[in-house]
């Protein structure tokens, strides 16, 4: 099998580590070789936090290069735009479609970017959904990481039921059931 090579991005508080860890297992589970690597920055002050997951037959290194991302998944449309270029030319971007603004924005020296996915649009294919609202109405927002995490689970080649069982090996035990529910919404959006 060709490597496949899935970048995770996000804000601080997202999610997108313990979505990288579900993606990860799944892939180890399927019984590929797998690396993963995590940019952690200033994540804890609602920075960008990119994390890398490269699966295949025998991986080298963990790190996606530029234009070679066969998936970009973004919890939010500015890191979306942030991380674009990562995307091979058949790239898919699957993204939370939500506004998040960075401290320049919200302290007036710029301005938060229109346009940002019909941009993309132009040269990837994008799959967009408002994942928060998902989650809000499964009762909890913070699993809107996995509604996307369903999402992407659509464009690999792995049984929900194997899904499910990585993320009840992942994620804390009280939060199961829950996270599964979101998978599921997220995976049944197409």
Known sequence: MKTKNIMIVGVGGQGTL???RILGGIALHAGY???LSEVHGMAQRGG???TF???GDKVAE???EPGCADVLIAFER???KRYAHFLAPDGVLIVNDQRIDPMPVIIGTAEYPENILEEIGKNHTVYKADAMSIAKELGNPRCFNVVILGMAARHMDYKVEDW????E???KPSTVEINKKAFDAGYNLH
């Open 18 to 20: 313990i979505a990288s």
């Open 33 to 35: 070789d797998v690396k």
């Open 48 to 50: 960008s936090v990119v």
């Open 53 to 55: 997951v490269r699966y």
């Open 62 to 64: 963990p790190i996606v």
């Open 78 to 80: 500015l890191e979306a």
């Open 164 to 167: 499910h069982s990585v993320i």
């Open 169 to 171: 090996s992942t994620v």
